[in-house]
């Protein structure tokens, strides 16, 4: 899909980070902005920024574990502007660094409900909008962690595994009924976000006493680290060019190509 000035996009978790990022990309294209993030004050404050840098933005406070209350997203959506072009599903946590048998069912609950129900959500409540309207398109964020192992992060990417399943499903699906309508799914490698700050504000994880604010400086000597504004640049990029997946970020295909890699060996092998 071409994105072009005029066109409405909706944005959850848009008050931080990657999904501000998408959100500050889309208003330098001139496209209209719905952000959305169970943040009040984080929201209040991304919206007030990006209509200080001129944007057109509707600032929409939602929980996309909640379906009534991402119903009520694309109600004020469409009450605001009419249409909606594109929708990024890319509110999430973290889950607590643990082996699986050490997570706890809590742990699990708040990551199916957040990263995948979350998608869920959205794409219910949006896709009849995008059909109605002959185009449109999702764009998922999944993580590097779902395309392959993450030890110590199993509710992490497991969810993010399935958000990379259910975003290639959903994009045959759509293209079933028009091939206007697509989605991609948005696998980043490390970014500079304050995601465990965000996350143990939101209860989902407790960051150890001294831990840095910067995921930036958490990550020194690692390398590589990306910024929201350049993921989302990829992830435009990508809708543009009609890709399903993007994976932004040192190292990421190197990882996703060992994880196929064996796959293929492993079932190859037992097919013989
Ligand atoms: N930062 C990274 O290194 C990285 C890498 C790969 C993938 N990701 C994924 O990118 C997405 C965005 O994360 P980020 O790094 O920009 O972190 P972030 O904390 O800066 O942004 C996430 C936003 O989602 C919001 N949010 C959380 N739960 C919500 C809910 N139930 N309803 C609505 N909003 C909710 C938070 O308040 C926050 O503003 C996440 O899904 C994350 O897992 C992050």
Known sequence: MRIANDQ?????????GIGFGLAEALAGR????????????????????????????T????????????????DRTKSAYGRVDLVCNNAGVVSPAAPLWEQTAHT?????????????????????????????????TASSGGLAPLPDRTPYTTTMHAVVGLTETLDAELKRISPALGATVLCPGLVDTPLGQNSETLGAI?????????????ASGRG???????????????VEAGRVHVAPGGGVVERARARVAALLTDIEEGGR
């Open 59 to 74: 600032a929409v406070v939602a929980d996309v574990s909640d379906e009534a209350s991402v119903r009520a997203l694309a």
């Open 8 to 16: 409405v996009a909706v944005i959850t978790g848009g008050a931080s």
């Open 224 to 238: 590589g680290i990306l910024s929201p504004r350049e993921v989302a640049e990829s992830a435009l990029a990508a």
């Open 108 to 140: 699990w609950e708040l990551m199916i409900g957040v990263k995948v129900l979350g998608v869920v959500h959205g794409v219910r409540a949006f896709a009849p909008l995008f059909i109605e309207h002959g185009t449109g398109h999702f764009i998922n």
């Open 206 to 218: 407790r960051l150890p006493p001294g831990t840095p604010s910067s995921m930036r400086a958490a």
């Open 30 to 57: 001139g496209v209209r902005l719905v952000i959305s993030d169970v943040r009040e004050e984080g929201l209040a404050k991304a919206g007030a920024a990006l209509a200080e840098a001129g944007a057109e933005v």
